[in-house]
């Protein structure tokens, strides 16, 4: 009878233990995505999106510059061509 109390303790203890490990677990999983990986990832998605907005601004202002050349040397030797 003792002995069956006793062991009876012992695995509502291990199971305890194991219910607290579980959850200690999870918590951790949980704060790594809510504080860590998931924010992690949208300031990575949103330096990936800058990047591109800023790489086609860079592309359009170059591109501006260039029509914007070509026009003033054709409006140039055009009316050099007429004189």
């Known amino acids: 009878m003792k ?3 006793e062991r009876s303790r012992v695995a509502g203890r291990e199971r305890h233990l194991l219910s607290v490990q579980r959850a200690d677990s999870h918590y951790r999983r949980f704060l790594l995505r809510r504080f860590g990986l998931g924010p992690w990832r949208e300031f990575l998605r949103e330096q990936r999106f800058k990047a ?3 790489q086609k601004h860079f592309e359009m202002n170059l591109l501006r510059r ?3 050349l070509w026009v003033d040397g054709a409006r140039t030797s055009r009316s050099v061509s007429k004189k």
Do not use: D, G, L, N
Request: proline share 0%; with cysteine.
């Open 3 to 5: 002995q069956e109390r």
């Open 52 to 54: 591109r907005v800023a």
């Open 66 to 68: 260039c029509v914007s």
